[in-house]
């Protein structure tokens, strides 16, 4: 049985057709990453997950039973970091934890030991205008992952860090994915990134967008900090052949 199943999903805005017919699954575990171009409906894909949108057509399922409207599967990091501007970054962090009713004081010992791992040791007490945007992005990431949900949806996690911590929260997200095992739908726009993290990969066309290729991932874990294997080099010039496909931009 899949943790994650959409079938024949249409969506509008307005009378302007999103997604057309889009069917994807995500098995128990499996990290799937979702390709695209830009504005393509990659993140509407993760809003009709959470609920914050209802998909015109078609059936979501989770774990074999439909979508209920209910947000208790998922961990959402979208692609702003969304903080609380009046609380400070360790209060900003154990939100998810306070809200499934973790007592506040229980909830700042469990995150503690983790602000040196993504980088924001020092930080704790300052509130999200005191840090750079890259730092606000880990935070936000941080807080995604403590929430320790079934389901993690990552909504281009990495985009506001710096080249060196990009590649040091890539290898961190990856070795807690091997240790804990959560199904993962991370969108990028990193054809890299998608070919060093994922199982499998689904690229969507222009909108309205439609799954216009599914690819597996052949190396073994893990990948980051490896030379990649022929395959998977021949993975990554096929996936950006595909996209440059889809706009039109051979040069």
């Known amino acids: 049985m899949s943790a994650l199943e959409l079938s024949n999903i249409g969506l509008s805005f307005g009378g302007t057709p999103v997604l057309d017919d889009v069917s994807m699954h995500v098995a128990q575990g499996e990290f799937v990453s979702i390709l695209g171009p830009s504005g393509c409906g ?14 015109g057509r078609g059936e979501i399922r989770v774990g074999g039973a439909p979508l209920d409207g209910s947000p208790r599967a998922f961990a959402f990091m979208p692609q702003r970091d969304a903080l609380m501007p009046w ?5 900003n962090v154990i939100l998810g934890l306070e809200i499934q009713g973790m ?30 945007g890259g730092m606000r992005q880990r935070a936000a990431l ?32 990856e070795h807690r994915w091997r240790d804990a095992r959560w199904t993962t739908i991370l969108v990028t726009h990193d054809v ?13 066309s222009p909108r309205p967008a439609r799954i216009i290729a599914e690819f597996e991932v052949p190396d073994r874990r893990p990948r980051l900090g490896r030379t990649l294997s022929p395959e998977a080099v021949r993975l990554e010039a096929e996936l950006l052949d595909t996209l440059l496909t889809q706009t039109g931009d051979r040069s």
Do not use: C, N
Request: aromatic fraction near 8%.
């Open 42 to 55: 990659k993140s509407s894909l993760l809003r009709l997950l959470t609920g914050a949108l209802t998909p």
């Open 87 to 91: 609380r400070r970054i360790i209060d």
């Open 103 to 132: 007592g506040r004081a229980e909830a700042r010992a469990k995150v503690r030991p983790l602000f040196a791992t993504f980088g924001l040791d020092g930080f704790e007490h300052r509130y999200p205008a005191q840090l750079s």
């Open 142 to 173: 941080m807080r995604t992952i403590l929430q320790d949900r079934p389901v993690q949806l990552l909504d281009e996690p990495f985009g506001a860090l710096d080249a060196l911590t990009r590649a040091e929260m890539q290898r961190w997200l």
């Open 192 to 204: 890299r990134e998608a070919v060093a993290l994922s199982d499998r990969i689904y690229v969507l």
